[in-house]
């Protein structure tokens, strides 16, 4: 018995058929390979990336609180700086801390008034300090003379608080009735709170009279 030969029309017209299910198969899963790319990244990618760009969006913005937060600083030091040189120009005497009692440790006998600045800490807001250090320093004039009625205690604050509470601290820091320096102040948010709070490093000058 003979076999039937195959037209090669129709045999083309086979292939031709083959080709196009099999496009349409390879089609059909490029598209549900895609669906499942997509639906993986939207799962996980995503979310992640919206986390993240909420995340800097928060830090620019609690950047620009420090940039301003700084810049009132500025102005506070500034305006201390004018207040005091007013003073000279107008020869006002100047209000030096004296300590009730005489003591070999500056800190011991400058006691009431680190408390009070202690105490304006305190009652300012949620603060947490930190570290707390002291550094006797001799005061000098133009000249560099040093003086022998007079001393300089250094207070070095490190605490966490928030940018408000920072700026009402030094605000009431300027306003005690004695001669105090406000050195130094620096500000860096911190990310375990969201930005929401700073860890900040204080230097104060306080000018005590030591004599007898």
């Known amino acids: 018995m003979k076999k039937a030969k195959l037209k090669p029309e129709v045999i083309k017209e086979k292939l031709i ?3 196009a299910q099999f496009d349409k198969d390879a089609l059909l899963y490029l598209i549900l390979l895609l669906a ?13 990336v919206s986390e993240l760009s909420e995340n800097f969006k928060l830090f620019m913005s609690k950047k620009e609180s420090i940039d301003s937060m700084q ?10 700086q004018r207040k005091e040189l007013e003073k000279q120009v107008l020869k006002l005497p100047v209000k030096i801390y004296k300590p009730p009692y005489q003591s070999a440790q500056l800190e011991n006998a400058s006691a009431g008034l ?4 202690i105490n304006i800490i305190k009652q300012s807001g949620p603060n947490k300090i930190l570290s707390l250090e002291f550094e006797k320093k001799p005061v000098q ?3 560099n003379v040093t ?18 509470v920072i700026q009402t601290i030094l605000n009431e820091i300027y306003l005690i009735n004695y001669l105090i320096k406000i050195d130094t102040v620096s500000l860096s948010s911190l990310k375990k709170y969201n930005y929401k709070r700073v860890q900040a490093y204080i230097v104060l000058d306080l000018f005590v009279d030591t004599a007898p």
């Open 141 to 143: 004039d133009r000249y």
């Open 17 to 19: 058929k083959l080709k």
């Open 36 to 48: 499942g790319v997509t639906f993986g990244l939207s799962r996980l990618i995503f979310p992640a």
């Open 71 to 80: 810049k009132k600083i500025e102005m506070t030091k500034q305006l201390q």
């Open 114 to 117: 680190i408390n009070q600045i």
């Open 147 to 164: 003086s022998k009625n007079h001393s300089l205690l250094r207070i070095k604050l490190e605490l966490e608080s928030s940018y408000e």
